[in-house]
Each structure stands twice: as structure tokens, then as C-alpha cells.
């Protein structure tokens, strides 16, 4: 069975840094593009970044491009997305989310909570 | 960057009716678009891709159609767990971007 579980959210004040990770399993992990897409409380969902499967492409939205970094550790079946210089507008439940060879989005994890606020 | 509009932003329907949610590219997408499914609380899950393709384990109820620029999601016979918010995504070029979502409620 296909499992992506997210971890990592929290609290933060502005300008502040989080780590999230999505750690997988029941696939063959580094075969597959991955992606962090996030949803404001309330919002609708937002693609933030994606992953080629051995991390040699990447991209992200404008709205993060420069603050947050996405990476992955294929031996340890884990996806990361490094966020920094957070601000108020990056609150959100972030996903990760498994590429299905051209992106679109087959499985998804739980979600993460991040909360900016002083 | 590829803009998504969807109608209606709210759909008041009955169990057993037909339902149809419209969604448009700003540009020609082709064929490369998906619909989810979201429940409050819950991550979204995948119905369709590349337009009419009906994901494994989703039921036929739900159906797919359209090209280019113009999309429906159509749901032929509402049921009690069909209420939830549904949302289109376009996965012709980047940055992937999704539709601004269709709560599908009880009349």
C-alpha cells in the first residue's frame, strides 16, 4: 500500500525556517517525481515545487522560488522541502504528493500544518 | 502561467441528480487535465486524468470530457459521499495550477 506521511509543521514566526519532510512507502520510491503542494485555511490548493526522481529537475512556484529548497534522500525514502524567510502568506497545510510520471497527482499524504505568526 | 476558472463555485444538488462542474484553461491545455475530489479535512483524491481517463477504484458515476481550453466533470447520479469540493488541475506546462474549487452541497 502506497503511504506518504508528512511531519515537520508547526509554529513559526515570521522570517522564520521549518523543515518538512514525507517520508514513503509501498512504492519504489526513487522511480517516482514528487511534489509539495500546499492549501491556505479555507483556500484551494497550490502546487509549491516539484522533484524529478534522481533530483536533477526541479521548480517552483514564484510565490516561494528563492526562500524554499526541495530535495530528497532516495535511500532513505524521504522528500524534504527546506522553507525559509516564511511569511504570514506561506500558512497552510502542505502536501506531498507523488507524480504519476507526468504530473498530475496519484497519491497524496495526510498534510503538514505550517502556522506563520508572531 | 496558465490561469483555471471553474463553475459554478457552488452546486446545490440532491442525491440521484446529474451534476456537471465546468472547468477553463486561460490557454490550450490539450488534453492534460485532472479532477480531485476533496473532503474537509482530507487530502484531495484523484478521480480523472488526461481529461476522461477514470482513475482505478474511482466509480463510473464520474466522468470526464473536454479539450483545449474547456473541461467538465460530470457526476451522472449524485450520491450521499459525492458531497465534497472538486477541483481541476492542468498538467500542460508549468507552474501547475489548479482551479479555484466547486463545493458540490445539499439542497
Same mark, same amino acid.
Given at each position: 500500500?502506497? *503511504? %506518504?506521511?508528512?511531519? #515537520?509543521?508547526?509554529?513559526? *514566526? !515570521? #522570517? ?22 500546499? *492549501?491556505? !485555511?479555507?483556500?484551494? %490548493?497550490?502546487?509549491? /515545487? +516539484? ?7 526541479? +521548480? +517552483? ?9 526541495? /530535495? ?8 524534504? %522541502?527546506?522553507?525559509? /524567510? %516564511? ?15 507526468? !504530473?498530475?497527482?496519484? +497519491?497524496?499524504? *495526510? ?5 506563520? /505568526?508572531? | ?9 457552488? $452546486?446545490?444538488? &440532491? =442525491?440521484?441528480?446529474? =451534476? ?10 490539450? &488534453? ?13 483524491? @484523484? $478521480? ?5 481517463? @477514470?482513475?482505478?477504484? =474511482? ?5 470526464? &470530457? ?6 467538465? @466533470?460530470?457526476?451522472?447520479? $449524485? ?13 500542460? &506546462?508549468?507552474? @501547475? ?6 463545493? =458540490?452541497?445539499?439542497?
Amino acid at each position: 500500500e502506497v *503511504q %506518504l506521511v508528512e511531519s #515537520g509543521g508547526g509554529l513559526v *514566526q !515570521p #522570517g522564520g525556517s521549518l523543515r518538512l519532510s514525507c517520508a514513503a512507502s509501498g512504492f519504489t520510491f526513487s522511480s517516482y517525481e514528487m511534489n509539495w503542494v500546499r *492549501q491556505a !485555511p479555507g483556500k484551494g %490548493l497550490e502546487w509549491v /515545487s +516539484y522533484i524529478s526522481s534522481s533530483g536533477s529537475t526541479i +521548480y +517552483y512556484a514564484d510565490s516561494v522560488k528563492g526562500r524554499f529548497t526541495i /530535495s530528497r534522500d532516495n535511500a532513505k525514502n524521504s522528500l524534504y %522541502l527546506q522553507m525559509n /524567510s %516564511l511569511r504570514a502568506e506561506d500558512t497552510a497545510v502542505y502536501y506531498c504528493a507523488r507524480d504519476h510520471m507526468v !504530473p498530475f497527482f496519484d +497519491y497524496w499524504g *495526510q498534510g503538514t500544518l505550517v502556522t506563520v /505568526s508572531s | 502561467d496558465i490561469q483555471m476558472t471553474q463553475s459554478p463555485s457552488t $452546486l446545490s444538488a &440532491s =442525491v440521484g441528480d446529474r =451534476v456537471t462542474i465546468t472547468c477553463r484553461a486561460s490557454q490550450s491545455i490539450s &488534453s492534460w487535465l485532472a479532477w480531485y475530489q476533496q473532503k474537509p479535512g482530507k487530502a484531495p483524491k @484523484l $478521480l480523472i486524468y488526461k481529461a476522461s481517463s @477514470l482513475e482505478s477504484g =474511482v466509480p463510473s458515476r464520474f466522468s470526464g &470530457s473536454g479539450s483545449g481550453t474547456e473541461f467538465t @466533470l460530470t457526476i451522472s447520479s $449524485l450520491q450521499p459521499d459525492d458531497f465534497a469540493t472538486y477541483y481541476c488541475q492542468q498538467y500542460n &506546462s508549468y507552474p @501547475l495550477t489548479f482551479g479555484p474549487g466547486t463545493k =458540490v452541497d445539499i439542497k
